[in-house]
């Protein structure tokens, strides 16, 4: 059979410390609280051995231990009239314990409490005090029922200070293994969650960096869609340029043909005029040649007002090709010349 360290309980409680022993009478009363640990340690070929550790959690320095092995718990019990077995002294012992912590700062009575006496000569126990010389009987547990009778010490135990080499070197190898398996699944439990960050953090920034990616992509579409636009603007550019180096011979050219067009019209305008004009005279010597002196050839007349409403429309028409259909004020006076021939012809 391997050897064993069981931890059966692990309780902090609030504990009253004595200089001295509970009888001294001047001792002087702190409290403190200290972490209690109750273990079954089994080796081969050896009985079964109750042990309870006293630390504190601020003061690493701090060790005290109370040992009950199987072969010497029945002296205990004859000494302190105990009624149970060594197996069920430490269910006992846990119970003790539990009320101690539950009923510490109660006010009902009775009320459980937890004494340790003799503690003048353990080192930094009692702070300013520690340095006492050890007091008769050594340090003791003391497990106390407070009524409003007596002071009733249900358990007491002998508390030995591992103060030696032989004694600190275990309970820290003991704390340093009860951590590390206390440690071991919170390592685990950390790196776990840290991977799962780390992959969480990994998939979002691989979404932010495809995410980078689409928008890169597009901004190089759009650079290549705004050189091509540019491209154009230059191309834009230069034709302007180049229409800009023909504007003038452009207009120039314009207004040769306009001054043309004036010239030559005019010159078909007053030709005809003079053509129209001749041939009205001629018209004119005519009909007074062959009218006769009792009678006016009315039909020679209604011929000749056609022929000018002809060449009026004729006119018409020429005059609105260069004006835009507006009648110019060379062709209205050329209409009131006509007018009057035919007058003086009628006349």
């Known amino acids: ?22 009888d001294a009478g001047a001792s002087v009363a702190q409290n403190r609280k200290l972490t209690f640990t109750i273990t079954l340690n089994i080796k081969p ?44 002294f430490q269910q006992h012992l846990i119970q003790l314990l539990q009320s101690c912590q539950q ?25 300013e005090t520690a340095g006492h010389p050890p007091q008769p009987g050594g340090v003791m547990m003391q497990m106390v029922e407070h009524n409003s009778f007596r002071r009733l010490c249900h358990l007491e135990m002998a508390v030995v200070p591992a103060a030696t080499a032989t004694k600190l070197p275990p309970s820290l190898g003991q704390v340093g293994s009860s951590s590390r398996d206390q440690l071991l699944p919170l390592r685990d439990l950390l790196h776990s969650s840290n991977m799962q960050t780390i992959s969480a953090l990994q998939a979002r920034l691989d979404a932010h960096k495809q995410d980078i990616n689409n928008i890169m992509a597009k901004l190089d579409s759009r650079k290549e869609g705004i050189n091509a636009l540019r491209a154009d603007l230059d191309s834009c550019k230069q034709d302007v340029n180049a229409t800009d180096s023909l504007k003038p011979v452009v207009n120039a050219t314009v207004d040769l043909l306009k001054q043309a067009f004036d010239e030559v019209f005019s010159m078909v305008i007053n030709s005809a005029m003079q053509d129209v004009i001749t041939t009205l005279h001629s018209a004119k010597q005519d009909v007074i040649t062959s009218l006769d002196p ?5 039909n020679r007349l209604d011929s000749l007002f056609a022929m000018f409403d002809r060449i009026t429309a004729k006119f018409a028409l020429l005059d609105s090709i260069k004006h835009g259909g507006e009648p ?13 021939e035919i007058q003086k012809i009628q006349d």
């Open 1 to 22: 059979m391997a050897s064993s360290v069981t931890e059966l309980c692990c309780l902090d409680l609030e504990v009253q410390l004595l200089p001295g022993q509970v």
């Open 294 to 298: 009792n009678m006016q050839d009315v």
């Open 103 to 127: 009923q510490q700062h109660g006010q009902l009575q009775p009320r459980m409490g937890l004494v340790l006496s003799g503690c003048g000569a353990v080192p930094g126990l009692l702070g």
């Open 45 to 88: 070929n050896l009985p079964q051995t109750l042990c309870v550790w006293i630390t504190d959690a601020d003061d690493p320095q701090v060790l005290l231990t109370s040992c009950v092995s199987a072969a010497d718990y029945p002296s205990l019990k004859a000494a302190q009239g105990l009624l149970v077995d060594f197996q069920s």
């Open 328 to 340: 110019s004020s060379q062709f209205l006076d050329a209409v009131n010349y006509l007018k009057e």
